[in-house]
């Protein structure tokens, strides 16, 4: 036997599709909102916080043991002298909360943004 979508599955279908791209544009606008910052963190020591701003080109070199390079409002872990990689496989890092780690080197990088919200308060 087969069945016909009717006029309310249309309907409903057409709900669906609507709701799922306004989440998708509020995500995409309030994504870009605040500034963003790059932290790169070594053995437990803030070594730099920079800006990031569609302007920022620089180069982090950790001793030769990591490079790091900031391009725009992006951070990555270019090159690192671990045997496993894990922190350049991580990619280009573009939201804040993301974070690229090598652990053989003790090397953090990771993206914050800078928001008047508070996250969580811990007594």
């Not at 920022?56 to 951070?75: Q, Y």
């Not at 990689?85 to 573009?94: D, H």
Request: with cysteine.
């Amino acid at each position: 036997m087969r069945s016909r979508l009717k006029w309310g599955d249309f309907v409903i279908i057409a709900a669906v599709l609507a709701l799922a791209t306004a989440l998708t544009a509020w995500l995409a606008w309030g994504a870009s909102d605040g500034q963003l910052y790059t932290e790169v963190w070594q053995d437990d020591v803030l070594v730099e916080r920079v800006l990031l701003t569609d302007d920022t080109n620089r180069t982090i070199d950790l001793d030769g043991h990591n490079v790091i390079v900031l391009a725009g409002r992006t951070a990555r872990v270019a090159s690192a002298d671990c045997h496993d990689q894990v922190c350049v496989r991580t990619g280009t890092l573009t939201h804040a909360g993301q974070v690229a780690v090598c652990l053989p080197n003790r090397v953090i990088l990771k993206l914050v943004g800078e928001t008047g919200e508070i996250d969580a308060i811990v007594s």
